[in-house]
């Protein structure tokens, strides 16, 4: 059995360019799109895969969130940046989206994709239970109307998932997560 060196560990190359980084991130105050892109692109930080009975590989989970831990480090903002795409972005994709979803997303996400998440509204915070915008079916589609707020990477995802109510009267299991992409009209 052999042994993982540090030099080999997952996510080393990922941490090396986030320290190099890191000071100028800082004193910018920029969004480090190029390197968010290459860090979504590193198999270390796409997330733990799915396995059998639809859960996630514990072992990969732990995995991914040391080398989370390990970037926090280095860069708060970028760390918390590849959890939110990660978290919020890609497991719920692997986990509840359709196959068709996964095929149109997952592989871009994957490769330097970046994942955003709306579900903050201007008069409701993230009370998920107060949720104003709604969804309604419209032929094979919906139309989401509604205000979000504060969504992380929104100005540079590829693809956003956004939380609307799609039966009033179902509280908070009147929710659904859609899947939007920023190029469509009215986004």
């Known amino acids: 059995m052999s042994e993982t060196t540090p030099e080999e560990a997952p996510g080393t190359a990922a941490l090396e ?18 390197l968010i892109r290459q860090l979504t692109a590193d198999p270390a930080l796409a997330g733990p895969s799915v396995g059998g009975g639809g859960r996630l590989v514990h072992a990969e989970f732990v995995a991914y969130l040391d080398v989370l831990r390990k970037l926090s480090g280095a860069s708060g903002a970028v760390a918390a940046t590849l959890a939110a795409h ?39 915070g993230s009370d998920i239970g107060g949720l104003e915008t709604s969804a309604v079916r419209d032929g094979d589609d919906y139309v989401l109307t509604g205000e979000k707020a504060l969504i992380a990477s929104i100005h540079h995802a ?15 299991m009147g929710l659904s997560v859609f899947l939007v992409d920023p190029e469509l009209p009215g986004v």
């Open 86 to 124: 990660t978290m919020l972005g890609v497991l719920p994709l692997r986990l509840f989206g359709s196959e068709e979803a996964k095929a149109r997303w997952l592989g871009r996400l994957t490769t330097g994709g970046l994942a955003a998440f709306a579900l903050t509204e201007p008069q409701g």
């Open 158 to 172: 590829d693809l956003i998932l956004v939380a609307a109510r799609t039966r009033p009267e179902g509280g908070s």
């Open 17 to 34: 360019r986030v320290r190099a980084a890191a000071d100028q991130i800082e004193e910018s105050g920029t969004f480090p799109e190029d």
